[in-house]
């Protein structure tokens, strides 16, 4: 019965008008609405850029071998550190958004999203002579320890083209956050929909041109800026009143960005350590084809554990919102829903890969993995989805209410462990590794997050509501 009661309210937001959210029930219901909204359309993006992604990597394998594509894979992991060129104003712009949004305060939103893009655009141009610098003065060879002189020029290129691009794109990327803060997360994920697709448009010209390595990374990574010019123009048609406003610009306005965005700031460099330091630590004790193979598996575990975040990422600003107007017991209730969520999809995928993992690689490359995964790859790999999902969940609920800065040393200790299990287990026992060292740094994450929500809320006194 109760089950029926369940599904019965999940059909009854599921609708396109908005409701009235000039009661409590009501603000209830519409945010449940958008957060439907936003999750249905997560899951079909989800899928669609997975599939999209499925389909690339056998063809750039194929046209690179796993040498160049592993190359490609480490180059992009380094680029990625360009996320820190904003300072997490981006990041910052979504929670001080949120808030405004909780508040119904549009023109302290106007004055976030102008400072916010200046401040964005100022740093972009500042990175763009460093970055051309690191490109032609790195030591690639070392770092990445290069024997054939022409993988090194390679190296030093890719990285070239790709820092450059996504230097450019860091400013035109904070309209997303908007989208993100106001529920309508729909909307962002049809953009990267067109990002995917014109990533996948790229790499088969590439293919078909018979280009070089470099003019394939560009032509991948265009992609996400000329989706992101697109979501402009949505913008302006979704919410007209979110505008640039010039003299909205001012110490308070970049002061309450800068109190989200230097905490996150700091946790993105541990968050990179944990996450984008994996391929070059490969590189390093490994090979470049373990490097690829991993990768291959890591499109395996992106698109089971994005299914999972399009079903949580839609709460977080419905959570901020009701906090901001204190109606905690709603924002208790739907922290328990998409931890049970996020959760609950990830058990059949991993089943199903315990079982026939190894075949379903050689049916979509038509190669294996160096050496069988195995039964034993394969249980570290789900254990590791479970454990990871359950530390993300509780720390992206904490991030939304801007406790941020409690985080930075479990963030730091999660890396620590993950490369230094990394380079002493990866020579010995190969991937399984990889997973063994995220799932232990999960453990303690998972208990101090789920302590320090106990005491936000039931505390507070409102666990039973």
């Not at 030093?156 to 803060?181: E, Q, R, T």
Request: hydrophobic content about 55%; overall charge positive; some cysteine.
């Amino acid at each position: 019965m109760n089950l029926l009661v369940r599904i019965t309210q999940i059909f009854s937001v599921l609708r396109l008008t908005p409701f009235d959210t000039s009661t409590e029930d009501g603000r209830s219901k519409e945010r449940y609405r958008l957060i439907a909204l936003s999750s249905s359309s997560s899951l079909v993006t989800k899928l669609a850029t997975s599939l999209i992604g499925l389909v690339t990597v056998p063809l750039t394998i194929n046209y690179l071998g796993k040498e160049l594509f592993g190359l490609w894979m480490v180059i992009s992991s380094l680029v990625v550190w360009m996320q820190l060129a904003d300072f997490g104003i981006i990041n910052g712009l979504a929670n001080a958004l949120s808030e405004a949004h909780g508040r119904d305060d549009k023109i302290a939103a106007c004055g976030y999203f102008t400072s916010a893009l200046v401040a964005t655009l100022v740093t972009s141009i500042l990175c763009l002579l460093p970055m051309v610098l690191l490109a032609l003065w790195l030591p690639w060879g070392s770092i990445l320890k290069l024997q054939d002189p022409s993988l090194v020029q390679l190296a030093s290129d890719c990285f070239l083209v790709a820092g450059l691009v996504f230097v450019v794109s860091l400013p035109v990327s904070v309209v997303n956050k908007v989208f993100i803060a106001y529920q309508l997360g729909y909307v962002a994920n049809l953009i990267q929909i067109i990002t995917s697709f014109l990533a996948l448009v790229g790499v088969l010209l590439a293919i078909k041109l018979r280009l070089s390595l470099p003019w394939l990374v560009f032509l991948v990574s265009v992609g996400p800026v000329l989706g992101n010019l697109a979501s402009w123009f949505i913008l302006y048609r979704l919410l007209p009143w979110c505008h640039l406003e010039w003299q909205l610009i001012n110490r308070s306005a970049l002061h309450r960005v800068a109190h989200s965005s230097i905490p996150l700031f700091v946790f993105q460099v541990g968050a990179l350590l944990v996450n984008q330091m994996v391929n070059v630590v490969i590189a390093r004790v490994g090979t470049l084809t373990m490097v690829s193979d991993y990768n291959i598996l890591l499109k395996i575990y992106m698109l089971i554990f994005t299914v999972g975040v399009s079903f949580s990422a839609p709460f977080y600003p419905a959570i901020r919102e009701a906090y901001e107007k204190n109606e905690r017991g709603w924002v208790f209730r739907s922290i328990r829903r998409v931890i049970a969520v996020r959760l609950g999809v990830l058990f059949l995928p991993g089943i199903i890969l315990l079982l026939v993992g190894d075949r379903l690689i050689q049916l979509w490359i038509h190669q294996p993995i160096s050496g069988e995964f195995g039964l034993f790859g394969w249980a570290s790999f789900m254990i590791c989805m479970l454990m990871s999902a359950s530390s993300s969940t509780l720390g992206e609920i904490l991030t939304s209410l801007d406790d941020i800065w409690s985080q930075i040393k479990i963030v730091f200790l999660s890396a620590f462990i993950v490369i230094v299990f990394m380079y002493v287990f990866i020579p010995k026992i190969g991937l399984m590794a990889i997973y063994l060292a995220f799932s232990i740094s999960s453990i303690y994450p998972i208990y101090w997050g789920y302590r320090k929500l106990r005491r936000k809320f039931f505390e507070a006194g409102i666990g039973s509501t």
